[in-house]
């Protein structure tokens, strides 16, 4: 999952690429790359590591072109390195391509190609895509971009630009994201709107298999035999602040403190006047919900875990049986699905490649298929039958914070809403859930603002040195702990293991020894006593217990060794809050640890590869 921006107009573009590359680092940073045509020849500029070494290069990159494509890749084929970094270009150094997603067929275009005398310069699958364009060029570069799309195989974007036809950018994608930013007299192609949201907000969304034909005045979408295509110019509603830190020190931090603002916005409209939830987009109707006879929710990674705390809420609130599946594990099982259930896919990004070959094999299988994304125009927003966006707003930290919550308050206001419509619940109580819903985005800010966030450092700091965590939860209370888990895991590389706290007898508490700090969700609920029991069980381990509690619980006090109390609400409602320390906890953790939190290792925010 790469990052791609190209420019067109009449500004000198190199500094306008990089800016663009900046704000698509959190997509890839292992090596970048920039092309930018000059008095009809390709200036080209490759790095290896993140972006700060482009930047050390730029000034030997000319800066008067105003015709250009840059790159920030992270590798699937091909170590980082300076020959693997885009923009390929071919043999003739008349093209170049730069590439985000995977061509399965690769390697017999590449043995196809050298037969054929292409020599090639770099270990990449996107490498074949110059050779290809070179190969099928007759004086168009579009059409050659459509022979080239034609022989391809996998799920891909790519943009190509041409020293014989230097005021255009051609690009094409497949299963993978493309948007196009239009300006006055300009015009971009990115991966992501962020790349350009400094310069506009006018963007368009080409459908996969349609080519995009980017000059200075505009864009023509075309299909593969060169028919125009029509496609809206729609409004970017995020402002480039939000691309900004806005005096956080990461975005992370920042992301976190901007989750009462998501939940409000999330908020907004979905409950009426009456209390009663109000779902528009959902593409189901009324009597197709109570006709369900199971609910099948498909995610990865945290996205997962708000599917899973969406379950306990479905089940209890609707009566259905709900399934949540690893997107992954699902698309290749050969699952049983049909008509009667309805697949919820539940994808921040909306991108996932996992996620919507989910997706889609649950549409072919007859499912209704709803996405819970926070992403306008993504792919998940066209293979689903309706969309319940989440408003978290752009997240740029890696390790998703915000679109957590927003993506657990969809869940709960899509099982209060079909746990009405199907009687699970009455209207009295969804009432006092709605109620208890508007209270939470002000009781959080709250919690942030009280300097919540400066006691869960100083725990941290007594435990940033560990080697080892464990995440014990019950009920609801066990995504949340999954989730604290993968936190840790994901920015401060701890291995951390996370447990339903009643399964630690039945095995796991034998990784237990003096000393190992164990994090319980302990926040007031049905099985809270359950949990102090298991509590009490690791303690006479010698391990020593932090547990996330509900305020005034002093009595668990003397029972822990640390405490992070968090607002009062229903246990139900709880996730929206008890996750809060644990992202801190992690966050300040792996601060102490000096580890970059929001471009961690070997990761990517947006996963459009399987
Ligand atoms: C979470 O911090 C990670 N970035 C990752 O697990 C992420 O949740 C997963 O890749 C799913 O992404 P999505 O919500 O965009 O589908």
Redesign the pocket.
């Known amino acids: 999952m790469c990052g791609i921006i190209g420019y067109v107009g009449d500004r000198p573009c190199r500094d306008i690429l990089f800016q663009g590359l900046r704000r698509l680092e959190y997509r890839g940073y292992d090596s970048a790359g920039m092309s930018i045509i000059t008095d009809g020849r390709f200036g080209l500029l490759h790095s290896v590591g993140n972006l700060d070494n482009l930047e050390a290069i730029l000034d030997d990159l000319d800066d008067t072109g105003t015709l250009g494509m840059a790159h920030t890749r992270w590798a699937t084929h091909g170590r980082p390195s300076t020959e693997n970094a885009h923009p390929h270009t071919d043999c003739s150094g008349r093209f170049a391509i730069v590439l985000n997603g995977i061509v399965e067929n690769y390697l017999t275009l590449r043995a196809e190609l050298q037969r054929e005398g292409h020599v090639f310069t770099s270990e990449t699958d996107a490498e074949v895509v110059a050779h290809l364009v070179e190969r099928a060029y007759k004086g168009s570069l579009r059409e050659a971009v459509a022979d080239a799309y034609r022989r391809m195989e996998g799920h891909f974007t790519f943009c190509t630009i041409a020293v014989d036809e230097p005021d255009v950018i051609v690009g094409i994608r497949k299963e993978t994201p493309l948007v196009v930013g239009l300006s006055d007299g300009e015009s971009f192609v990115a991966s992501a709107v962020p790349a350009f949201l400094a310069h506009t907000r006018s963007v368009v969304f080409p459908e996969d298999g349609e080519i995009v034909v980017v000059k200075r005045e505009g864009v023509e979408i075309l299909d593969l035999d060169g028919g125009a295509v029509e496609r809206p110019v729609q409004q970017i509603d995020w402002d480039e602040e939000t691309a900004e830190k806005g005096g956080f020190e990461t975005f992370m931090l920042k992301e976190i403190h901007e989750q009462p603002a998501a939940l409000a916005d999330t908020l907004v409209e979905r409950i009426s006047p009456d209390g009663t939830v109000v779902l528009d987009g959902l593409g189901l109707s009324p009597e197709v919900i109570r006709e369900l006879r199971r609910v099948v929710i498909v995610?990865?990674?945290?996205?997962y875990y708000a599917g899973l705390a969406g379950r306990y809420a479905l089940e209890r609130w609707a009566r259905l049986p709900v399934e949540v599946e690893v997107a992954s594990e699902f698309r290749y099982r050969d699952p049983v699905i049909g008509p009667d259930c309805l697949c919820v896919a539940?994808?921040?990004?909306?991108?996932?490649a996992d996620?919507l070959a989910a997706m889609r094999l649950a549409r072919q299988a007859g499912a209704r298929v709803l996405a819970v994304t926070n992403t306008l125009g993504s792919q998940a927003t066209r293979e689903a039958d309706g969309v319940l966006f989440t408003r978290a707003g752009l997240e740029i930290g890696?390790?998703?914070t915000k679109?957590l919550v927003s993506q657990i308050l969809a869940m709960l206001l899509l099982s209060l809403y079909v746990g009405e419509l199907r009687g699970g619940l009455g209207t009295d109580r969804v009432r006092e859930y709605t109620e208890e819903l508007r209270r939470i985005p002000a009781q959080l800010s709250d919690y942030l603002e009280d300097g919540a966030a400066a006691h869960v450092e100083d725990v941290a700091a007594r435990y940033a040195s560990s080697s080892f965590f464990m995440c014990l939860g019950r009920d609801i209370g066990l995504p949340v702990a999954l989730e604290g888990a993968?936190k840790l895991k994901?920015i401060s590389y701890i291995p951390t293991e996370a447990y339903p706290a009643g399964e630690m007898k039945h095995g796991p508490i034998a990784l237990l020894e003096d000393g190992s700090p164990v994090l319980v969700v302990a926040t007031d609920s049905h099985v809270y006593d359950k949990l102090v029991s298991n509590m009490q069980e690791v303690r006479a381990r010698g391990a020593r217990v932090i547990a996330v509690a509900s305020e005034g619980n002093e009595s668990l006090a003397e029972m822990v060794d640390e405490v992070l109390y968090v607002p009062r609400t229903d246990e139900m409602l709880m996730p929206l809050i008890a996750v809060v320390p644990l992202q801190l906890f992690a966050y300040y953790v792996a601060k102490r640890r000096g580890e970059k939190v929001d471009q961690p290792r070997n990761?990517a925010?947006?996963?459009t590869v399987e």
């Open positions: 995610a990865c990674g945290t996205a539940v994808s921040q990004s909306g991108e996932t996620t890696v390790a998703a679109t993968l994901e990761l925010k947006t996963v």
